[in-house]
Structures are given as C-alpha cells and as structure tokens.
C-alpha cells in the first residue's frame, strides 16, 4: 500500500536511536526530579485555538465528533499539559513528558518529542533548570557541546507599544523582525509614527552574538530601567549555565516570540558540531491566564528525530551467532543462557551482513552435543 505524503515506514538503526534518546532522557530526568506526564492524544479544537495560545486550526489534523465539535489530534504539548495541571496544588512541579505531536506543517504529520515543564518555581531557577537538564541529556547522548541561543519576548514586545500600528502592519514587522530584514522593520516601524522606536527595532536585527551584546546594550539603554532589567535578567541566566557546563551562550535581542503564550525568556539550542536546532523553549506565564491563573510556567521540548539522527552508534554488547539445526534448537537455547549480556542469534548458517564476534556451532554426533567455534 502507498502512504501519505511526508508518511514514511522505519526499521532498524533509526528506531533503535529513538528507543536510545527516550532511554537517556527517562534517566536524567528521574535522577534530577521529573515525574512523567501523558495527555490524551485527541483534545478540543478550542483548548488550541483560543486567544491566549493562538494556534492556527488549519494546521491541524481536526474533525467533527457526534456532538458536532471539532477535535484535534494534540498539536502541542505545553497547551495540553497547562490544561491538565491547571487545577493542581500552586507547589513547585517539575513535569516531563515524552510522545507525538501532530501539524499538517511538519514532514509525515508526526513529530516525537520528549521534554520539560517547570511551575511555581521562581524565573531564574525554572529557566535555568531547564537548560541545566538539556545539558546534561545531549552530555549523556555524548553529542557534546551545544550553542544555547537567549532572548526575551518583551524587548520588542515594549518598543513596538509606543507605535500607533494596525494590527496588519504589526505582523508583518514581527514576521520582518524575525527574518532579520533590517530595512523593512525600520520601514514598517515608521508607519506607527515614532522615529526612535523605529530605528531601536531596527537595530535588534544586528544584535546577535556573544555575551558582549548585553554589555553594549546596558549603556545603550541605560535609561530605560524595564530593558536594564531584562538585561540583567539574561546575563544572570547565562552565567550559571556557562558556569555549570562547556555550553556557549548566544544572544539574540532581537528574537521573537512564535506563539502568543510566550511572556518572557525563550531559549533555543544547536548541536555545535553540526549546527542542528534540538531544542526550543521559553517562559509561558500568560498560559495559564485562560484557566483564571497566572503563574511561573517555563519548558523546553527536544526533537527526538534530531537527536536519534546525531546519536554516535555505540557497541555496548558482544554479538554471538550460534549454529544449530532443528535437532539442537533446545541445546542451542540453554547455550544462550550462558551469554546473558550478549546478543545472541541462533541461525542455521551466519548473516553475511552481521559482523559476529563469536560464532558458535553445536551439533550433535553419536548421541553427544558437542559446541565448536567457528
């Protein structure tokens, strides 16, 4: 049978990866404090697509039930897993989960992701554990070091407050600011009648780069007391993670935020040796808001293909190929017994396509088994 467009079947190293990138993840987080968190894959359209969270219906996999309303196939794991903790006690929670998400936008409709929601934990700590626990997880997979990218949704957030834009004109400079198309911001910018705050905007285009950029900034805003703050924000965040790890900081001030519910820090990470995007998150206090709470919220959500793509094979175990016939099937398996940390294939004759460490042969002569090796 034919699939799907983007649908593809899998077997072999690809789900082995997979089933190794889950593996690490559940020990991490269970050894830094994580409990695991699932919700139903199918949800109401409207837990989606409400003000607060702003998801686009037409990018979703959706139909109507019996009742007439439209349910979706879960698009998003941070909206789904705020619905479910709404009511919960106001502790500090650290949850994490692992499983799908479904757009009609990603390649094959599925994307398996694992990741972390942190709550009522104070911004610093629930920003910084998050990225202390990517850390550790791309250490444990061995990937090395990674570039972690900050930035801050109210920094262009409080310089476009003063333009008096439509709300057209406001997408499209959010959509030029996130291009970094330096003279169309500013073009775009002028329409909301303040020349400062235009030429601001347009200078967040070019404020990417090291831990220096926040430096230049603190004298560049140094007026501007909501911004400092910010700033200072960042830079303790960045300390602790270059302090607590082998990880580079990047900032981009200009960065902005993809989802409405984002209110704050957004992070992003890239393998260093490859360049590869594996995670993504940020600040989502606002969420909450649509349950009549607001409270600190912040997470981070790895793709596992990504990760399982990167993953260096490792032999961890012997591979033992036993030789045997339909009469010594019952020796051959009492032998495996003796190999219990080995992978063991009872085959009648070798894969050619298999590197063995060991090949074994039992057969039987006058009565007796004997095991000889190859």
Known sequence: MFLPAGSRDEMGTSIDHRFRVTEVFRKVITMRGYSLISTP???????????YVDMKLQDMMKWFNPEGEIEVLRPDWTTS??????????????????GSIFKQSIPGIESQQIGVETLHLSPL???????????????????????????HTEIFESLVRPLTLSEADEKRLRQAMHDKKKDEVYQIALNGKNEQSAKELASLVDAFGSLDILSDYEERWKDRKDLLDILDHLKKLARIVEQSGNQEILIDLGRVKNL???????????????????????????????????????????????????????????????????????????????????????????LENINYDLVLEISKKNGKVEVMER
């Open 41 to 51: 894959v199918v949800e109401y359209a409207a837990t989606f697509t409400n003000q």
């Open 81 to 98: 897993i705020a619905r479910a903790l709404s009511n919960q006690a106001k502790i500090p929670q650290k949850w994490a989960y692992i």
């Open 125 to 151: 700590m629930g920003e910084s554990e998050s990225l202390l626990m990517a850390s550790s997880l791309l250490r444990e997979l061995q990937m090395g070091d990674c570039l972690i990218e900050l930035g």
């Open 260 to 350: 409405p519910y984002y209110s704050g820090t957004m992070f992003r990470g890239f393998l260093k040796e490859t360049g590869a995007d594996c995670f993504s998150g940020g600040r989502y206090d606002r969420l909450y808001e649509q349950f009549g709470e607001r409270i600190s919220a912040v997470g981070l959500a790895f793709d596992v293909d990504v990760l399982a793509e990167h993953l260096v094979e490792t032999k961890d175990y012997t591979h033992i190929c036993i030789i045997a016939s339909e009469d010594t099937l019952v020796q051959a398996e009492e032998l495996r017994m003796e190999y219990k940390d080995a992978i063991v294939d009872i085959q009648t004759q070798p």
